[in-house]
């Protein structure tokens, strides 16, 4: 993040306090159907074409301490073994016997010196190659080489280890663009792992992401809470390609600073940038962070089925060193959860209500264009033809996305 982001992010908070309306030329938002939150077959297509095909977060590499650590993965749908190999690399396999489709681990996490899979006793090593099979005689002409665990990708952004089941997908960090140069200041090396807890919520994944891409709502849901601080009438957006944004809160007043992380330990390297406002990035399409000197949460949403879903806290900190974490992280992550429960209230109901013949499509203004921008990208990932007519998004950003 260099001087002139930040004088850049100074002058537009400025312009967006005093502004009368949006700027000149930025479009009228068409409504977005509500069918793209309620139909099965959208949401097939959805995990087809974007699920399957995008960069997920996993896993923190503290949750895979030491050569042999394992977890089995099944956010995307199909179960993924994640692996610290003996030369400290993390790979990714399906946890599918190339036999019959045994299972390799059946635990959630544990640590193993090889996979003997349960049903006929093929043994993989940790690299997921083939090792050993029972009775060899048997097969004819079977090449053990050819016959290695499938792999997924699996790439770093520093500590945060992420999936990807397409082969051919971008490499993680061509992906996130300018996403790792902002967050380099975090010294994304030595991260650690604070935290994690999950929250089920009887929505479309949408109706939740969407709270987290607008502060819009600060004003009702949030009035004793995030709203004393934030100004949400200075917020400025930036919409980055492949779907990812920034949204930069200014602070009520001056040289505010949260009372729950005083006296905790900051990253040494952080500027003057999330120190004063609040910043919060998505990294499309799950992950949004609201990053802080002290540290930082990743909420990440999974959809379960078309109207339930699954939120992710992970806490991740400065490293600590060879003590233990600080004490005061458990207020902490209690105050931000009686936030995520100010923005989970009302998602059952307004699921009920996408789903009602009363709902005529989601309108959004201005402040919330970081929604629209989620949502044209994902039509650009499905691709028009592969979209019911009546689902479809157009494409109107245009010039108000910033170029890679
Ligand atoms: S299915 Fe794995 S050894 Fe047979
Ligand atoms: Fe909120």
Same mark, same amino acid.
Request: hydrophobic content about 35%; charged content about 25%; overall charge negative.
């Given at each position: 993040m260099d001087a002139a982001f930040i004088d850049r992010v100074k002058s537009n908070v400025e312009y967006q306090r005093t502004r009368k309306s949006p700027p000149e030329g930025f479009p009228a938002f068409p409504p977005i159907p509500g069918g793209r939150y309620t139909d099965p077959e959208f949401l097939a297509v959805e995990e087809e074409r974007l699920w399957k095909r995008a960069w997920l977060y996993a896993?923190?590499?503290?949750?895979?301490?030491?050569?042999?650590?394992?977890?089995?993965?099944?956010?995307?749908?199909?179960?993924?073994?994640?692996?610290? %190999?003996?030369?400290?690399?993390?790979? &990714?396999?399906?946890n599918t016997c190339r036999h019959r489709g045994g299972p390799l681990v059946k635990e959630t996490t544990g640590t193993a010196r090889?996979?003997?899979?349960?049903?006929?006793?093929?043994?993989? !090593?940790?690299?997921? #190659? $083939?090792? #050993?099979?029972?009775?060899?005689?048997?097969?004819?002409?079977?090449?053990?080489?050819?016959?290695?665990? /499938?792999?997924?990708? &699996?790439?770093?952004?520093g500590n945060w280890v992420f999936i990807n089941e397409d082969p051919d997908a971008e490499p993680l960090l061509d992906h996130l663009g300018v996403i790792p140069e902002h967050l380099a200041q975090f010294d994304l090396d030595t991260t650690r792992h604070v935290h994690s807890k999950s929250y089920d919520v009887a929505c479309n994944?949408?109706?939740?992401? !969407?709270?987290?891409?607008?502060?819009?709502? $600060?004003?009702?849901?949030?009035?004793?809470?995030?709203?004393?601080?934030?100004?949400?009438? %200075? +917020?400025?957006?930036?919409?980055?390609?492949? %779907?990812?944004?920034?949204?930069? +809160?200014?602070?009520?007043?001056?040289?505010?600073?949260?009372?729950?992380?005083? %006296?905790?330990?900051?990253?040494?390297?952080?500027?003057?940038?999330? &120190?004063?406002?609040?910043?919060?990035? #998505?990294?499309?399409? #799950?992950?949004?962070?609201? /990053? &802080?000197?002290?540290?930082m949460p990743f909420l990440v949403f999974w959809p379960v089925s078309a109207n339930t879903m699954r939120i992710d806290c992970h806490w991740f900190a400065p490293d600590w060193g060879d003590g233990g974490r600080?004490?005061?992280?458990? +207020?902490?992550?209690?105050?931000?959860?009686?936030?995520?429960?100010? !923005? +989970?209230?009302?998602?059952?109901q307004i699921q009920e209500s996408v789903e009602s013949p009363g709902f005529r499509g989601i309108s959004l203004n201005y402040q919330e264009r970081r929604i629209y921008h989620w949502h044209e990208?994902?039509?650009?990932?499905?691709?028009?033809?592969?979209i019911t007519p009546e689902y479809q998004v157009e494409q109107t950003l245009g010039d108000f996305v910033e170029r890679a």
């Open positions: 896993c923190h590499v503290d949750e895979l301490p030491e050569p042999g650590s394992f977890m089995l993965w099944k956010k995307s749908g199909s179960p993924i073994l994640i692996v610290h %190999g003996k030369d400290g690399e993390i790979r &990714a396999f399906y090889g996979f003997v899979c349960g049903y006929h006793g093929w043994t993989y !090593d940790l690299e997921g #190659n $083939l090792v #050993n099979l029972r009775d060899p005689r048997d097969f004819v002409d079977l090449d053990k080489s050819c016959h290695g665990l /499938v792999t997924v990708r &699996a790439e770093r952004l994944v949408k109706v939740l992401l !969407d709270a987290f891409l607008e502060v819009y709502h $600060l004003k009702s849901i949030h009035k004793d809470t995030v709203d004393r601080f934030l100004d949400h009438r %200075g +917020t400025d957006i930036v919409l980055w390609p492949n %779907g990812h944004s920034l949204m930069i +809160t200014p602070n009520r007043r001056d040289g505010w600073v949260d009372p729950g992380t005083v %006296g905790m330990p900051e990253f040494p390297s952080v500027t003057e940038l999330p &120190a004063t406002y609040n910043l919060s990035y #998505n990294m499309y399409p #799950n992950l949004v962070t609201p /990053v &802080a000197p002290t540290g600080d004490p005061l992280w458990d +207020t902490r992550i209690d105050n931000f959860e009686r936030i995520l429960f100010e !923005d +989970t209230q009302f998602a059952p990208e994902l039509d650009r990932r499905i691709g028009p033809d592969r």
